[in-house]
């Protein structure tokens, strides 16, 4: 049983509590790589494990590689709510018909059988699961993974609270009644601590305790929460990252009963390699911003070109994950492991780059009836930026939503960017800033990890090619979010250079406009244009000049 006796567990790749309450890694260098422990699919095989969050994005990619890399596992057990209209049957059914699981499907056809949904609901008491199901759990789980939260950087704090922090608490009580669970996962995110420019792999110091928060905000109506959320949150940007370091702290509370390791990713986005690469399913995160630039809407963002955007591969996180269970289940730590998934300590890639890698990737594999040629740029000065916003945002949207009203449609440009630039504010925190996040207790699991194990449940993001990668990702967002066919690609292209055709006549006609009201109509308007004309032609001249007597 997961509360007998913690004291017995192995003291290979344990911690130590620091005085300041931070959980810092000790004792890792003794463990020899692959040591005496089991290889990762052999530790699930016959396990059964429980998922929250299982029909979201990371957690679809974690239910499919633990059935394909781990064909013996014996059940995975999946919290689901209704949702929609959709009870949570249909909701699972749907998810394994998606093509994520084609290769699960070819391997194993009937591999539904071993998902078994239970009814949950993360807002409710006691997570709203049956005395039955309860029961069940109880007496067989022996790994949780949970990944459920809400992500939405504008959540109001009581409903963040909830589900990020409150759910997890009770999450942790079903856990420690469960008789033979061996490892805890709780996925949190690298920026929960983003008040830090230097980021450890330790649990840091709550900035309120948490369960004074609960019982305060208890008797709060939403306005008085609402008018105080900006007090409570400090020098953390949103309600997300604040109710994350939260959780973080209420997950460490309980090492002396249970055995947790606690993943911490950056930005999450498409897959590297598996199974197949540039998979993803949502606009979220980079995702949006990606689409919105390939269409031609996004033509500005407030970012530094410089900082480093620490993205993220999902089955990089999953792997993680896998083998951050595995090793918990094996080693036993006597405290909470910390592991920091980022990329940008080991191998960075800059927001400029992306710009420049993104809009070379929509330009070759164009979407489907842009709205003008993709061309977004990056700036960190706020006064450039809004500039553009009117120049190339709001004054096209007005043009075009009058177009659409004198057709006698409905006009919907503005608030599409009125959308957009909602969502890029809320990323704005984290594309002008850099951040040092520590990765020494990742080293340390790939360096215990089978040379088949490294091939299966890879990690390494050194290996990882970010030209190659984000052009799968651009590829992948065309394909999977909005299911456009590849094959449509020469008419897209067809398609750009229509609107770079249109374009320039309309730059060519602004010309003419320009010179018809402003320059012939004013005689030292004609002068100057007449002096900036005969510069040019001398400097023409003095070049070509030059040339001749250099050759």
Not at 182 to 199: G, L
Not at 383 to 401: C, E, G, R, T
Request: glycine share 4%.
């Amino acid at each position: 049983m997961s509360t007998e006796r913690s004291e017995d567990r192995d003291l290979g790749g344990s911690g130590e509590q620091a005085a300041d309450g931070q959980t810092r890694l000790t004792d890792v260098s003794s463990c020899t790589p692959g040591g005496s422990m089991a290889s990762i699919p052999e530790y699930y095989a016959g396990k059964n494990v429980l998922i929250t969050g299982a029909t979201g994005f990371m957690g679809k990619v974690l239910v499919e590689k633990l059935l394909r890399s781990c064909p013996a596992v014996k059940a995975l057990y999946l919290l689901v709510r209704p949702k929609a209209g959709q009870s949570m049957q249909q909701r699972v059914s749907d998810m394994m018909t998606c093509k994520l699981f084609d290769r699960v499907r070819e391997d194993d056809p009937d591999f539904h059988q071993k998902i078994i949904p239970i009814s949950s609901e993360l807002t409710q008491p006691g997570l709203a699961i049956s005395p039955e199901d309860v029961e069940k759990l109880s007496a067989c789980v022996n790994v949780v993974f949970h990944c459920a939260a809400t992500i939405r950087f504008d959540e109001p704090l009581k409903h963040a609270l909830q589900l990020n922090v409150i759910a997890t608490q009770q999450l942790l009580s079903l856990a420690k009644q469960m008789h033979h669970l061996e490892a805890f996962v709780h996925i949190s995110t690298a920026y929960a601590n983003c008040n830090r420019k230097h980021i450890d792999e330790v649990i840091y110091p709550p900035p309120v305790e948490p369960k004074k928060l609960i019982e305060s905000l208890e008797w709060m109506d939403d306005g008085i929460v609402r008018d105080i959320t900006p007090r409570l949150i400090g020098d953390r940007p949103n309600t997300y990252t604040y109710t994350k370091a939260l959780a973080e702290y209420l997950v460490q509370q309980e090492q002396d009963k249970l055995n947790i390791a606690i993943i911490r990713p950056s930005i999450v986005g498409a897959s590297w390699k598996e199974p197949f690469p540039g998979w993803i399913d949502n606009f979220n995160g980079p995702s949006g911003v990606f689409i919105a630039a390939g269409k031609g809407i996004l033509r500005t963002m407030r970012a530094n070109n410089d900082a480093v955007a620490d993205l993220i591969p999902v089955d990089v996180v999953i792997n993680l994950t896998l083998a951050a269970g595995w090793y918990t289940a094996e080693r036993r730590p006597k405290t909470a492991l910390v592991y920091n998934c980022t990329s940008g300590g080991i191998n960075p890639f800059h927001w400029g780059e992306i710009e420049h890698h993104v809009m070379s990737s929509f330009k070759r594999n164009p979407l489907d009836q842009a709205f003008r040629r993709p061309n977004a740029n990056i700036t960190s000065n706020y006064l450039i930026n809004q500039y553009w916003i009117l120049v190339s945002h709001k004054f096209p949207a007005l043009i075009y939503d009058l177009v659409l009203r004198l057709s006698g449609q409905k006009p919907q440009m503005m608030r599409i960017f009125n959308r957009l630039h909602k969502a890029i504010g809320l990323l704005e925190y984290f594309s002008s800033q850099d951040w040092e996040w520590n990765s020494e207790n990742m080293s340390m699991l790939m360096s215990q990890l089978t040379p088949e194990d490294r091939k299966t449940f890879n990690f390494d993001v050194r290996q990882l090619n970010w030209p190659e990668y984000i052009e799968n990702y651009c590829i992948g967002t065309k394909k999977y979010v909005l299911n456009e066919d590849m094959s449509d690609i020469p008419a897209a292209r067809q398609h750009l250079r229509k609107l770079r055709n249109i374009r320039y006549t309309f730059n060519t006609l602004l010309v003419v406009f320009i010179w018809r009201v402003f320059i012939a109509r004013s005689q030292m308007a004609r002068n100057i244009w007449y002096f900036v004309v005969s510069l040019c032609f001398k400097f023409l001249s003095y070049f070509r000049a030059s040339s001749t007597i250099t050759n």
